[in-house]
Structure formats: C-alpha cells, structure tokens
C-alpha cells in the first residue's frame, strides 16, 4: 500500500500550513515525523487521515484519492492530540462504542488490546477517573485494537513512563511486520529513534525523508 502527498499545499487565514509536500509512504514502515511545535506535524497527520483536505494538490492511498474518491482512508487507527472519550463509561465500555461502530472485532479483541497498552481489560473505574497515562494509553489501545492498514499516533509518549514507551515498542513492531503503515511523532528525538525505521523531517510546512546514516 502507498500513501502518497502530491504537490499538497493547506492554506489556513492566509497562512500556509503545508507547503507543497511531495512524498511517498508505504506499507510495512514505521515513519517517525521529526520536527517543532508548529512545523506540520500534526496537520500531516491530519492530512493523511483525511481530516483537513488541500488548498491544491492531492494525497492518495492506492490511486484513491482522499477528499474525492474516498473521505478518508477505508482501515484507520487515529490518536491526533488529545484522546476524547466518554467520561461516564469504563475503558472497555468506550473501545467497545468505537468497534461497534465497523464490527470487525469482537469483545477478546478489545480486551487484548487493553492488556497490551498495560491497562486492566476489567477495571470498574470510569474514565474520567483514569490518570493522564492511562488515557493514553487508552488512546493507544483505541487506535491499534483492528489492527487497520494506517495507524496515525501523534506524541502517543505524552504523559506516558518508560514502561509505557517499553510496551509500545513492540506493538509497533508488530503490527508493521503484519504490513501496517505508521506514522507518528514524538517530541522526544531519542525516543521517535528508538521506535521509528525512518525519520521524516518536517520544517516551515515542507516535509522530506531524513538520509540513513551511513
């Protein structure tokens, strides 16, 4: 699978988010998008989830393009900023709202996914009682428990410790050797090295792949 940004420019009140970004993903990587607050990162991402569309170029995932042939892409997992979920509902009852919603898995699935981010699958507490890890985690758990094709992790290490970063490292190994393709960011550069294969550098709105070290 490619995801692929053609000539794509985002003009905001004048302002140019992303200026005529020209690049290729492809299934099977993880992709580690390194830059400053207010670079890009996240509107990438929210480019390539089809949550904002293009001033002018395209981005496409297969040939279909997102905004015309498709609103967004067909097999997401999403955590941009924030997780938001139902305060008054347990972890389990809001990941089960969400796979409701598609019914590609069942309940097994969602309490696996629950027990890999490091989170009780029967904890009785409600959400808005959870710290700001284990939202994150929940978060985490959120975007990964359909295993989809695209996974779109934005600061998933926020609020997280290092057991947290420990678990995730071997999600993300997973599901990229079953043939997803990952795009996250991490403010931390040591940490985007450890969990990326390919560093993707964003500045002043543009984006390139960063060389391999030799």
Not at 83 to 102: C, E, I, M, V, Y
Not at 149 to 158: A, H, Q, R, S
Request: glycine share 8%; hydrophobic share 35%; aromatic share 6%.
């Amino acid at each position: 699978m490619k995801l692929i940004f053609e000539d794509y420019t985002k003009i905001i009140k004048k302002n140019t988010i992303l200026d005529h970004i020209s690049i290729t993903f492809t299934s099977g990587v993880v992709y580690g998008l390194k830059g400053k607050n207010g670079s890009g990162k996240t509107m990438l991402m929210r480019a390539a989830c089809g949550l904002i569309y293009p001033t002018s170029g395209k981005v496409s995932i297969d040939g279909k393009v997102i905004g015309k042939d498709i609103s967004f892409p067909e097999s997401l997992g999403v955590l941009i900023e924030n997780p938001a979920f139902l305060p008054s509902d347990t972890g389990f009852q809001n990941l089960k709202n969400l796979a409701d919603l598609r019914g590609v898995i069942g309940d097994e699935e969602i309490r696996q996914a629950i027990e890999e981010v490091g989170l009780d699958p029967y904890d009785k507490r409600k959400y808005r009682k959870y710290s700001l890890g284990m939202k994150q985690r929940l978060g985490i758990a959120a975007a990964i428990m359909e295993h989809p094709d695209i996974i779109v992790l934005d600061e998933p290490t926020n609020a997280l410790d290092e057991s947290g970063i420990e678990l995730l490292q071997p999600i993300l190994k997973r599901e990229r050797d079953r043939g997803a393709l990952i795009l996250l960011s991490c403010h931390d550069t040591e940490d985007l090295n450890r969990l990326a294969d390919q560093i993707v550098i964003v500045k002043d709105g543009k984006a390139y792949m960063e060389q391999p070290k030799e």
